[in-house]
């Protein structure tokens, strides 16, 4: 079994204990390829439905295909994924707005225990004091929660005045002497994973341009990204043409370096994803990893302002999954 598989299967398997029952029933009957097995399950038995989703993943019919049924589990977990959300909002729109779930005030390390009535009288303030209606059995239940609510959140007040003044202190700040300013070491913008030359490059495009993305909601300056980007750029035709430009902006930077690492645009990277086929020496992972590569490219090139195409995540996902499941080699039929 293929450790892509073996993950794939261990994320469905993770999933399936955060469903309910009418899931667990829903997804067995959709894989279900024998109506009489369904029969014997029940939308309350969830163990039972839980055993019949992980024995349909390991069945001899997902085993036996060419891709060892990776493309139908990773179906599947897409199908559990939206199952847990719907389920989570779900929940969350059923839970009242602005409720306090905890009337009674949070303890304190300055609360001591509750005195006598006539100790409070002498300790509190005054107006923490609120006398209760003299008929409090024939006053709605909901005046008396907010009356409680109330008087919570003065004691609340009171603790936080009466704490203050012992545990607020004002501490000096260190000045530093402007002779010793020259001494402090500024973060600089660096580039990571090689060199750019005029004739071949270490690094690819979309690495130095999401690292530039990182620079920038760092808050590093336009010219100190550019400058961090030269860099790493090997003395040559290339280094001069950019040095030489005045006022290089990030955008104008992007568009030089997507030209001299020959970047393929959006849509030559669509067609790549939806012909593509596993090579004589490649294997099944091999071939996988291409395409998590290439999809993973074509998705952060569609987010980029630039770009001449942009394609939705659903589209190329989908894409994606007819690729993995077609465009495996036929050798592999056994495996």
Excluded at 238 to 261: C, G, T
Aim: hydrophobic share 35%; glycine share 6%.
């Amino acid at each position: 079994m293929s450790r892509v598989r073996k993950e794939v299967v261990w994320s469905i398997k993770r999933s399936l204990f955060k469903l309910s029952g009418a899931n667990l029933y829903q997804i067995a009957k959709d894989i279900a390829t024998d109506s009489s097995e369904i029969e014997e399950l029940s939308a309350t038995d969830e163990e039972e439905c839980t055993d019949y989703i992980i024995s349909y993943m390991q069945s001899g019919a997902l085993l036996g295909s060419e891709d060892e049924g990776v493309g139908e589990l990773l179906m599947l977990n897409d199908v559990i994924g939206r199952m847990i959300v719907e389920a989570e909002l779900a929940a969350a729109a059923k839970t009242p707005v602005g409720t306090n779930t905890s009337p009674t005030p949070p303890p304190s390390d300055h609360t001591s225990p509750p005195p006598s009535p006539n100790a409070n009288n002498a300790t509190m303030p005054s107006h923490l004091h609120s006398n209760p209606p003299v008929n409090a059995t024939a006053q709605p239940v909901e005046d008396l929660r907010m009356l409680y609510e109330e008087l919570g959140e003065k004691l609340r007040q009171w603790e936080t005045t009466a704490s203050s003044p012992a545990s607020t202190q004002n501490t000096p700040e260190r000045v530093v002497p402007l002779k010793d300013l020259p001494y402090f070491q500024r973060r600089e913008f660096k580039v990571h994973g090689g060199q750019i030359g005029d004739q071949s490059s270490e690094v690819s495009y979309g690495s130095i341009s999401k690292q530039i993305d990182e620079g920038v909601r760092e808050g590093f300056a336009d010219a100190e990204v550019v400058r961090g980007v030269l860099r790493i750029i090997k003395p040559g035709t290339f280094r001069d043409m950019l040095s030489n430009k005045d006022d290089l902006a990030i955008p104008e930077l992007r568009v030089f370096l997507r030209s001299h690492l020959g970047e393929k645009a959006t849509t030559e990277m669509f067609q790549e994803l939806m012909c593509a086929r596993q090579a004589e020496q490649e294997s099944p992972q091999q071939f996988l990893y291409r395409m998590i590569g290439l999809k993973q490219r074509l998705l952060f090139q569609s987010k980029q302002a630039d770009t001449d195409i942009s394609y939705d995540p659903k589209t190329i996902q989908e894409v994606f999954l007819n690729t993995i499941y077609q465009g495996l080699g036929a050798k592999h039929a056994e495996l």
